[in-house]
């Protein structure tokens, strides 16, 4: 019997299931677009491999 406390695991593959995904997925895109303008605006002496090298630590970092 359940104690009130939602473990997702038990939730049912459905819409709302999709739902959490996409909003993580939309999430993470924000993110890292609003990064990359960060690093433009602020940043804009880097030359275009540290940019890579930043941006990819930055997505390695959101895996977590």
Avoid: C, Y
């Amino acid at each position: 019997m359940s104690d009130g406390n939602i473990n997702r695991q038990l939730l049912p593959h459905t819409p709302f299931h999709s739902g959490l995904a996409t909003g993580r997925m939309q999430m993470k895109t924000r993110s890292e677009k609003a990064f990359r303008e960060i690093l433009d605006t602020h940043f804009s002496d880097l030359t275009p491999e540290e940019r890579q090298n930043i941006i990819t630590e930055f997505t390695q970092k959101l895996k977590v």
